[in-house]
């Protein structure tokens, strides 16, 4: 399966980007709906229960995965031997992760002192065999650019899982609407791969020797990073309990969402973009600076605007119940402005192929974070516990961006303008926020209070950071940096519009663009 001609890399990366964080939006959408409507017909313990079960399962997935997708995505081409030996692998995997997760169900249960995980993990593990049957041909879709594909096979089973476990929830009002429809979310999704790609793939090992030795240091990354992501679970849920565990891990989710929805789906045309760049002889390293810079000028003021009005948002969405997550989302809010910086430097590790770097950096940002969380969870503490996960953020994005630097040596001087904008920027709208006492209250208010309140601190720090970042930008003589590209985006997306209005404003952010002069002598 040879990869086909496109336009430039480039090209094709940005406008993957973008298709698939407005992917992103609207699976988050359904998410949240989803999750707002659960806060209201679920008890916090039952958050916490689900919480506990998924961990496990996630973790017990973690020790089988050998990384089958990003070694066929840096090959140049994938021929049916090497896709039938990956699509065995993979099948393979999940029936051993399955037999894991089952037969470990009781001894999960006794750790984190809940009965009830032993029948959900046994869901879980029927699910494990699902996703191990997905047909093996889409990765093609991933590694050839072409994010279209990719929406039309994720959008159908998603809005499924969420239609049903909303009505599951609403009809019984228990914890096993979660397990109940996500597996079958899983079903349909993998009746959707063989609907959309007709390769149908075959059981063979033929190959395995040629994805081995990628696949073992993908491996051994893959152990480090679950205990990265799994250790809050594993210590918070039993020192904490299922209720205050429940109430950490939606205040963590919320907090998050910058992460979740506009870096992670950006991330997943960087990987392939980058491969591609490489087999064109083209440095990974000169494209790190302009990627970051891009990420972050949309996330910072997202990330500050969730922390302030952490209050207002729980009253909204989540209710009283919830109050103990408003410091959670606060303080963790913040760890989105760091983590565009590691996840960048981390994708362009793996697109280099150098597996055995990011194992180092990562056990070492694990290892601090393991002793930040144990410290936090012995305290009994969600919010020294968002502290804890806050500050292993911060540890990782230095200790990823330091072995770039040393070994890749990106030329991060052109971006030293876009980062110093967006720091001054960002420190304005904390200022105002600050000074009009509307930012980071901690009661909750009323609901008409926080409608208004809500909608206040959005536009304050949209226009405070935009005016802001455009007239540093103008200062400093409308260089191409995140800026420009961003106006760039907003003039098409503007020209796409018959309407006389968006013209006008298509030529006034055209003319924007074109002025090569500083304002300021």
Known sequence: ??????????????????????????????????????????????????????????????????????????????????????????????????????????????????????????????????????????????????????????????????????????????????????????????????????????????????LALFSFWTWVGSMVRMVWRRVDAFVLGPALGVRSFGVYLLGAEVALLPITELIEPALEMVFPGLSAARKTGTREAELLPEIMTVLLLPVIPLAIGLSASANCLTALLLGPQWADAVPVIAILSAGSMVSPLSYVCFIAIMAKGDIRRDVHVMALATVLRCCLIYGAGQAHSTKLAALAALASLGFEAILFIEQVRRTDRPDFRSAVGSFARMAVAATAVIAVLLCTGLGWGQALPSFSTAVVQAAAIAVITVLTYATVMLGLWCLAGNPRSAEFHAMQLAESLLRSHTSSVTRILADGVAWMLRLRWPIWP
């Open 1 to 210: 399966m040879a990869t086909p001609a496109y336009p430039s890399i480039r090209h094709r990366t940005v406008v993957g980007m973008i298709w698939l964080v407005a992917w992103r939006g609207i699976s988050r959408l359904l998410g949240l709906t989803s999750t707002f409507i659960l806060a209201r017909l679920l008890a916090p313990s039952d958050f916490g229960l689900i919480a506990m079960a998924t961990t496990f399962a996630a973790a017990v997935d973690a020790l089988s995965f050998v990384g089958l997708n990003e070694a066929l995505i840096r090959r140049p081409d994938n021929d049916r031997p090497i896709l039938d030996t990956a699509f065995t692998m993979q099948v393979l995997r999940a029936l051993l992760g399955a037999t894991v997760i089952a037969g470990s169900a009781p001894l999960a249960a006794s750790w984190f002192n809940e009965p009830r995980l032993t029948s959900i993990l046994y869901v879980l593990a029927c699910g494990a065999v699902v996703d191990g049957m997905e047909n093996i041909g889409i990765i093609e879709f991933r590694r050839n650019l072409m994010p279209q594909q990719q929406i039309r096979i994720l959008f159908i089973p998603r809005f499924l899982q969420v239609v049903i476990c909303i009505l599951l929830a609403y009809s019984l009002h228990s914890y096993w609407a979660l397990p109940v429809s996500l597996v079958i979310g899983k079903l349909v999704r993998i009746c959707m791969t063989y609907v959309m790609h007709s390769y149908r793939p075959r059981l063979t090992l033929v190959c395995w020797r040629e």
